[in-house]
């Protein structure tokens, strides 16, 4: 068994000043059986969630990118060592509040669900914790998860301008329960408040706007918590947890992860004779927006065996090439596709007519301005898009130009999507800096490639 700081992926120490391009050709087809690494945000919570209950916990499949060995690591220096053996990822839990304070800074590098989520547990504990990350992470809104863990009790000794990382936050062991309504719909900071809401003395309810992603709930609930969650009028949900809590360790498999599967969707839906199936892939209906919207553009794809797994949907998709069409994306479907908008953009290039995506501000937030880097990427590549508001509006011609260098802005979901962009277009597209690929999707120029994807 070897301690998880042994097989931390590696970091690039470099990375800000050596950019490592690549190209994208346009490929015959897309093709094959294939699996994606695990779903990002269950492993992140699985991390965590084994860190807090009591004994081992045992994860498969555990997404091995950048941003999860980051969560891996911070557990195990909080003190829920984390080691790995055959494949199988296990963190030897502490109970809730048994975390101790880390020796020095926890450094979340890219992952904004890391820090977030790490907040609300530290939050619970009485401790001074440090919390820094990458120059994008450090940009990032930390208020949003902030201001609700003050209401709870946490401190903010020192943090960046504007509230954001490099923080150093002081915990309690006094927490209050809290009833918060989310001025945004984020599951980050309604999991960091009900991770906060475990060590607190009775009910800690979390009212969304939206309903996002519900791995917390379901994972909570899976670990042994006491939870409640009520739909609202109007696509809202109320989520309560019991406080005092004892979870108990479990064993778990994560799913594949439909974020990085919606890159591989989207190339063999614009590369003309592409039949492609990918397996095993999380099918939680708080995830499958893109693949709605999808259909709605008249694309075929097909569930094949959807089954449950360890309390979560999945299924194999199988995608075959075709025409599409521009679609409306009503703003409300946003927080079940939240990360896939940059490749639905490029996928609503290669289609007939105008595709609206309505209510788009969160993108602003993420690892770059998601909004002006799809918009400009897209532009530079020949296609007709613009911005209005918080919305995104690219006219289709069916057909895509390229030939051009993208800028990443250092964002992983931007690298991948105009390299997918780049296998359909008439011209080779570049894009700036892959290295961030990474954060999220370890191999992903090597799997594409396998299916015929022509990357160089
Ligand atoms: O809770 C999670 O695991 C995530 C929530 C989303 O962020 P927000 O909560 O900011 O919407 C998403 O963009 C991120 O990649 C993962
Ligand atoms: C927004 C993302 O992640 P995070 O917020 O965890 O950095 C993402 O992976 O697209």
Do not use: W
């Not at 979560?312 to 409300?332: I, Q, Y």
Request: with cysteine.
């Amino acid at each position: 068994m070897r301690s998880v700081k042994s097989y931390r992926a590696p970091q690039n120490p470099n990375r800000e000043s050596m950019p490592h391009p690549l190209t994208a050709r346009r490929s015959a087809r897309i093709s094959g059986r294939v699996r994606v690494p695990g779903d990002k945000s269950i492993s992140h919570r699985a991390l965590i969630l084994g860190a807090l209950a009591i004994g081992r916990t045992r994860i498969a499949g555990l997404l091995a990118a950048e941003d999860v060995m980051a969560t891996a690591q911070a557990v195990d220096e909080l003190g829920a060592e984390v080691t790995q053996k055959d494949g199988t990822v296990e963190v030897l839990g502490q109970g809730v509040g048994g975390l101790r304070a880390p020796q020095g800074p926890l450094d979340f590098g890219n992952s904004g669900t890391g820090s977030r989520l790490m907040l609300g547990v530290v939050a619970g504990h009485d401790m001074r914790v440090e919390f820094t990350g990458d120059a994008s992470l450090c940009r990032r809104p930390m208020g949003r998860v902030l201001t609700p863990l003050i209401t709870m009790g946490l401190q903010v000794e020192a943090q960046g301008e504007g509230g954001t990382l490099p923080l150093t936050v002081r915990g309690t062991g006094d927490i209050l329960p809290i009833e918060y309504d989310l001025p945004v719909p984020s599951a980050q900071v309604k999991s960091a408040i009900l991770f906060a809401g475990l060590h607190a003395p009775g009910r800690t309810t979390v009212i969304e706007p939206l309903a996002t992603r519900d791995h917390t709930e379901r994972m909570l609930a899976f670990f042994g918590a006491e939870l409640h969650a009520e739909d609202k009028a109007g696509g809202g949900r109320a989520v309560t947890v019991c406080g005092d809590a004892e979870l108990h360790g479990a064993a778990l498999s994560v799913p594949g992860d439909p974020s990085s599967a919606a890159f591989l969707i989207a190339a063999a839906l614009i590369c003309p004779g592409s039949d492609l199936v990918v397996e095993n892939v999380l099918m939680n209906p708080t995830r499958t927006g893109f693949l709605d919207t999808l259909r709605e553009m008249g694309a075929s794809i097909e569930v094949l065996d959807l089954r449950d797994e360890g309390g979560e949907p999945v299924g194999d998709l199988r995608v075959k090439a075709g025409p599409l069409k521009g679609v409306r994306v009503p703003p409300e479907r946003a927080p079940s596709m939240i990360d896939e908008y940059p490749v639905l953009a490029v996928v609503a290039a290669f289609a007939e007519g105008e595709t609206h995506m309505a209510g788009l501000a969160e993108l602003k937030v993420k690892e770059s301005d998601r909004l002006a880097a799809t918009a400009a990427g897209l532009e530079a590549c020949g296609v007709a898009v613009r911005i209005e508001g918080d919305d995104l509006i690219v006219r289709g011609r069916g057909a895509v130009k390229g030939g051009a260098l993208v800028e990443t802005h250092m964002d992983h979901r931007i690298a991948m999507a105009f390299l997918i962009l780049g296998l359909g277009a008439s011209e080779p597209v570049t894009v700036d800096d892959v290295t961030m690929i990474a954060t999220s999707f370890p191999g992903f120029a090597a799997l594409m490639t396998s299916l015929g994807a022509e990357l160089a």
